[in-house]
């Protein structure tokens, strides 16, 4: 258990195993101990494995105003727990809006990242706002656990009720901010091309419409897209019987050919 701190924010991170390292950010809700959780730390043994507490969830600090969770901070954030970790470049693996945050690192900071692997919540290479401030309104209007179980309703197979139990601790207000934060970033348009990083773009068929995941590989330089058949966001997340595969054999690789 460690923290480092930037100005008023204090970020909490978990810092465990040897070899390369490899940092995880979560989506919109949930915390550093949803990736020990599902599997992951298991399924990539032989590393080491950095896990933050997004500011506003678990031990971090709660920043109360939509400026204080703007996505730049996040990137931020992460390139702190890198300093203080002492890792110059590291391999990262983002969920949803995690990875979100990792793209925007790695197109602003590619000396930093070394390979790059999202899953679920494909970014657009030419949008990404629509949506956010309805969705903060939804969730103040009917609570976080609706409007995450109405989503989850949606896929072809229910999560595991840890998933949404640990999602729902997020603290509403936190969640809503971060999606107003966010709300006039980009999700893709002039990052993609900055992008140097070996990336791997995970995503579910059933969130992925209209070419979405390919449109996304052929703005990236070095970009790779896996679809998984019937699958929606949460499935992606965990089902790492699928994923962890997938994730393993791509950042071996790219260990391999790495100077």
């Known amino acids: 258990m460690a923290f480092v701190t930037r100005g008023a924010v204090r970020i909490h991170y978990l810092d465990s195993g040897k070899g390369h390292p490899i940092l995880f950010h979560t989506g919109g809700g949930g915390d550093a101990r949803l990736w020990e959780r599902a599997g992951y730390l298991q399924q990539l043994p032989g590393l080491r494995h950095l896990r933050i507490d997004p500011r506003g969830r678990g031990r971090s600090s709660r920043p109360g105003e939509p400026a204080g969770q703007r996505r730049k901070e996040y990137v931020a954030d992460c390139l702190s727990v890198l300093d203080a970790a002492g890792v110059e470049r590291a391999a990262m693996v983002g969920y949803s809006a995690g990875g979100r945050v990792l793209l925007d690192l790695a197109a602003r900071h590619p000396e930093r990242v070394a390979a790059l692997v999202t899953i679920g919540g494909v970014a657009h290479p030419n949008d990404g706002r629509r949506g956010r401030r309805p969705a903060a309104g939804e969730v103040r209007g009917s609570g976080l656990g609706p409007f995450l179980r109405a989503?989850?309703?949606?896929?072809?197979?229910?999560?595991?009720?840890?998933?949404?139990?640990?999602?729902?601790?997020?603290?509403?207000?936190?969640?809503?901010?971060?999606?107003?934060?966010?709300?006039?970033?980009?999700?893709?348009?002039?990052?993609?091309?900055?992008?140097?990083?070996?990336?791997?773009?995970?995503?579910?068929?059933?969130?992925?419409?209209?070419?979405?995941?390919?449109?996304?590989?052929?703005?990236?330089?070095?970009?790779?897209?896996?679809?998984?058949?019937?699958?929606?966001?949460?499935?992606?997340?965990?089902?790492?019987?699928?994923?962890?595969?997938?994730?393993?054999?791509?950042?071996?690789?790219?260990?391999?050919?790495?100077?």
């Open 151 to 259: 989503g989850a309703g949606q896929e072809s197979e229910p999560p595991p009720d840890w998933l949404l139990e640990a999602l729902t601790e997020t603290d509403e207000e936190m969640f809503s901010l971060e999606l107003e934060g966010w709300a006039d970033s980009p999700d893709g348009g002039p990052l993609f091309p900055l992008i140097e990083a070996p990336t791997l773009i995970i995503v579910g068929e059933m969130e992925a419409p209209d070419r979405l995941a390919e449109m996304a590989k052929e703005a990236l330089p070095r970009g790779e897209v896996v679809v998984l058949p019937r699958t929606g966001p949460l499935q992606a997340f965990w089902k790492i019987s699928v994923t962890g595969p997938i994730i393993r054999e791509f950042l071996d690789r790219t260990f391999r050919t790495s100077p």
